[in-house]
C-alpha cells in the first residue's frame, strides 16, 4: 500500500483544514487507517483512526469534538476534517494504514502500522 497525504498549509487559529490521504496499491475496505501527528520536539502521538469498510471511527479524547475522520471507499481516501484549529495543532500530520486489528490500543499506536504516508505540515497562527 502506497499512501499520498496532502492538504496542510498555514491557517490563523480559528480556521479550517482538511487532509486527504489516498491509497493505491490495495483497497482501503481490510485496512484500518489512522492519522498521527507530530509537533517539533515531541513524540508521534494518534490523532484518529477508521476501517475502511465498516466505517468504525476512533478518535483521541481531547480531539473528538474539533476532528472528523471521514472515507471514500471508492476513491481508496481518508479525509480529516480540522475545525477550530489552535497553534497547539501545529504539527506534521501523517497518515497511515494497516491490517484492522481489534485491540484499541494496538490501532493507536504508531510502531504497529507498516504503511506511511509523507507527512503533510499544519501550521496554525496565533
Known amino acids: 500500500v502506497q499512501l499520498q497525504a496532502s492538504g496542510g498549509g498555514l491557517v490563523q487559529a480559528g480556521g479550517s483544514l482538511r487532509l486527504s490521504c489516498v491509497a493505491s496499491?490495495?483497497?482501503?475496505?481490510?485496512?484500518?487507517v489512522a492519522w498521527f501527528r507530530q509537533g517539533p520536539g515531541k513524540e508521534r502521538e494518534f490523532v484518529a483512526s477508521?476501517?475502511?469498510?465498516?466505517?468504525?471511527?476512533d478518535y483521541t479524547d481531547s480531539l473528538e469534538d474539533r476532528f472528523t475522520i471521514s472515507t471514500n471507499n471508492a476513491k481508496n481516501t481518508v479525509y480529516l476534517q480540522m475545525n477550530s484549529l489552535r497553534p497547539e495543532d501545529s504539527a506534521v500530520y501523517y497518515c497511515?494504514?494497516?491490517?484492522?486489528?481489534?485491540?484499541?490500543?494496538?490501532?493507536?499506536?504508531?510502531?504497529?502500522?507498516?504503511?506511511w504516508g509523507q507527512g503533510t505540515q499544519v501550521t496554525v497562527s496565533s
Open positions: 496499491g490495495r483497497s482501503f475496505s481490510s485496512y484500518v
Open positions: 477508521i476501517r475502511g469498510s465498516a466505517g468504525i471511527t
Open positions: 497511515a494504514a494497516d491490517r484492522y486489528v481489534l485491540d484499541r490500543n494496538y490501532r493507536r499506536d504508531a510502531r504497529k502500522y507498516n504503511y
